[in-house]
């Protein structure tokens, strides 16, 4: 079946500090690939994703680039800043069902804090 | 747009006791799922809704039962809660596109935080 695995937190890092988050997958067929990030006390939120082979989801400085070679989806960002504290969880979503629904199958998140 | 909205925000049970969590979507989406969330487990599937009038089993269904009230409302009943039901519990919604394709991005709501004693 359809996995994700992604890098053991927690990660602590200084503000301005490079990030790399790294995620890997298994998966049939040719999946959509998403980070979901979770603020403190708040539900997920979809930060970006991609949906084809060399993809590159952007947003608020965080990229992502689909590498089916190594079925690979990493996270980064240039300069973290203390705002980028947060859960982020690696997903995957494929036809489910015969194709009557999309589902969704997350990694077990990575706690991010960055110290100011 | 609210989004998609839960209640309770919190809630504490006793062992053997029931209740029913609320979900609501003001987006007009098609499909509905709940989910938990446990320390160092990331997110599982409870019980997904494809469509209003349709319900089918997630990765976790057991001790759970879910009703699509309606297209806006979803909900999640435990009839006998038990410890291993303490959790976190989110609500999610998509749509369709503009063909009336499934579309895979979810939407969350803020979550209810169970817990069982």
């Known amino acids: 079946g359809d996995s994700v695995t992604q890098m053991e937190g927690p990660v602590t890092l200084s503000e301005e500090a490079f990030l790399t988050i790294n995620c890997t997958y298994t998966a049939t067929g040719y999946p959509s690939l998403f980070w979901y990030v979770q603020y403190p006390g708040e539900g997920l939120q979809l930060l970006l994703k991609?949906?084809?082979?060399?993809d590159k989801g952007s947003n608020k400085g965080f990229e992502a680039t689909y590498r089916k070679e190594t079925t690979s989806f990493h996270l980064e960002k240039g300069s973290v800043q203390v705002s980028d504290s947060a859960v982020y969880f690696c997903a995957l979503s494929d036809l489910n069902n015969g194709g009557s629904n999309y589902k969704l199958t997350f990694g077990k998140g990575t706690l991010l804090t960055v110290n100011p | 747009n609210a989004g998609v909205t839960q209640t309770p925000k919190f809630q504490v049970l006793k062992t053997g006791q029931s209740m029913t969590l609320q979900c609501a979507q003001d987006m007009n989406h098609n499909s509905m799922y709940w989910y938990r969330q446990d320390p160092g487990m990331g997110l599982r599937l409870i019980y997904y809704s494809a469509s209003e009038g349709t319900t089918d089993k997630g990765e976790v269904p057991n001790g759970y039962n879910v009703s699509r009230l309606n297209k806006r409302e979803f909900s999640l009943r435990l009839e006998s809660a038990a410890p291993s039901q303490t959790s976190v519990y989110f609500c999610?919604?998509?749509?369709?596109?503009?063909?009336?394709?499934?579309?895979?991005?979810?939407?969350f709501g803020p979550g209810t935080r169970l817990t069982v004693l």
């Open positions: 991609a949906t084809k082979a060399d």
């Open positions: 999610a919604s998509s749509y369709r596109d503009g063909r009336g394709g499934f579309t895979d991005t979810q939407y």
